[in-house]
């Protein structure tokens, strides 16, 4: 069906494309609303064709209430001596994300409740947000917090709140052979941070790239990009009626790009998805995983709580929490890499590929079993010598021909292809050209290539 290997060619290419998308976007002071996630919303879909959409502000979202947009131009923080000690024109991590605008002069004691640094990575600026309690403030290094003196200090932040914004997300599809669909989606609301922030969108923008020149879809395939949290919200208080109905599974796209050899997968709540099912299986050894857990994560939270309880996972590689640059400034494109994003798409379209075969298949020659030699699918000549290789080459062994007997056997619509390989003992990669062949003879259908 399909090769997920490409050519150098077309892997330069996309090297050049994410490397060139990445240093356009990480300059860009996003938030969960205003010009900057608007704008990056914009840029994608320069690149994909998404439909962008916006929840106003003040809308009740569940339990939720959508903010007011952050209108945001730039904060500025001077020391006594006149000298320029954070500047969101050097690094938009300097401002408390949401801050409230201030335009005055304020003594240290008062001004030090609204400095923030990471004590123990002295160099590093913390990223801190305040999206649902009106304050103000200012990171910065805390070798620099700590060299600064007593006096007056001059505070500057240029922003304003505008209850005429709203909540924006952007999706689109590539549409298959069924309605049953996969959802790729990531979060687009950090400032200047790689791997937590643009690793997701980038990784998302690359799969979109490689599953639209696949030459067959049984899956619909949809991409959405959103704020974190209260974004993924939004999309579901407009589609998760639609989702409970036409969603096979999903997968949250957030921190794949740093060093580490192998992806992890958070599974679903449900443990039971077909990508469930596929990385945690006895033959995988491409992936680690763990069980859902609401304690820690990203917008899998959302998509699997108790009222939706959908079948979304989540795929990153070094995680949130696990390295150092965390929400600060240490996470850099130097630590992230361009190379390590286009490692995590081979691997999640890999898994894609695979999902596209594991999923449930009916028999469509189900009375009695299916002549197979006037298909060139059994030996012309039945011998014990030649059901152990075919002399006019239609079998590799008796072991794809067993292979063959039990998928037919197997197939009754509601078991999935990934348990019959499981039964086979053969891993699911293995029997595709097996698949691909009953399927071109029409004798097998996945449920999901039926129209709904």
């Given at each position: ?82 000298n320029l000690i954070c500047d969101t024109e050097v690094n938009n991590l300097h401002v408390i994300n949401y801050s409230e605008p201030v335009d005055r002069e304020i003594d240290f004691a008062d001004l030090r409740p609204h ?247 009916i028999n469509l020659c189900p009375y009695g079993e299916p002549q197979l030699g006037k298909r060139g699918l059994y030996p012309t000549m039945n011998s014990y010598q030649h059901t152990q290789g075919s002399s006019d080459n ?59």
């Amino acid at each position: 069906m399909h090769e997920y290997q490409i050519e150098k060619a077309e892997k330069d290419a996309e090297y050049k494309l994410l490397n060139r998308a990445f240093d356009d976007l990480f300059p860009i002071c996003r938030s969960i609303t205003g010009l900057g996630i608007e704008s990056s919303l914009n840029y994608f879909k320069n690149l994909m064709p998404l439909t962008i959409e916006q929840v106003k502000s003040g809308t009740t979202v569940f339990d939720w209430v959508t903010p007011a947009s952050w209108l945001f131009k730039r904060a500025r923080l001077w020391g006594p001596n006149g000298n320029l000690i954070c500047d969101t024109e050097v690094n938009n991590l300097h401002v408390i994300n949401y801050s409230e605008p201030v335009d005055r002069e304020i003594d240290f004691a008062d001004l030090r409740p609204h400095l923030y640094s990471i004590p123990h990575l002295p160099d590093a600026i913390p990223y801190v947000t305040s999206y649902y309690k009106r304050t103000w403030g200012f990171c910065l290094a805390h070798n620099i917090l700590k060299s600064l003196p007593q006096g007056k200090y001059k505070v500057r932040i240029e922003s304003s709140f505008d209850d005429e914004g709203g909540v924006p997300f952007g999706q689109c599809s590539l549409a298959g052979q069924s309605k049953k669909e996969i959802l790729l989606t990531s979060y687009l609301c950090h400032p200047s941070m790689a791997n937590n922030e643009l690793s997701g969108p980038l990784v998302l923008l690359g799969l979109y790239n490689r599953i639209k020149h696949w030459p067959k879809r049984r899956f619909t395939y949809r991409f959405l990009l959103n704020p974190e949290t209260i974004g993924s919200l939004c999309y579901l208080y407009k589609y998760g009626d639609a989702l409970k109905e036409n969603l096979e599974a999903g997968l949250i796209l957030t921190c794949l790009g740093g060093p580490k050899s192998k992806l992890r997968y958070k599974k679903s709540k449900r443990n039971d998805s077909l990508f469930d099912k596929l990385v945690s299986g006895a033959s995988n050894e491409e992936w680690d995983f763990i069980d859902f857990t609401p304690l820690s994560g990203s917008d899998e939270r959302q998509f699997c709580a108790p009222g939706f309880n959908l079948p979304m996972g989540q795929a990153s590689r070094n995680s949130y929490g696990e390295y150092e640059g965390y929400h600060n400034s240490l996470d850099t494109k130097e630590y992230m890499s361009i190379d390590s994003l286009i490692r995590s798409i081979d691997e999640i379209e890999k898994l894609l590929v695979k999902a596209e075969y594991g999923t449930k298949v009916i028999n469509l020659c189900p009375y009695g079993e299916p002549q197979l030699g006037k298909r060139g699918l059994y030996p012309t000549m039945n011998s014990y010598q030649h059901t152990q290789g075919s002399s006019d080459n239609a079998l590799d062994s008796r072991q794809e021909l067993n292979s063959i007997l039990t998928i037919l056997s197997e197939a009754t619509g509601d078991v999935d292809m990934l348990d019959i390989a499981e039964k086979i003992g053969i891993d699911l990669v293995h029997l595709m050209p097996i698949i691909d062949k009953l399927e071109g003879h029409q004798l097998i259908q996945f449920n999901s290539s039926r129209v709904l």
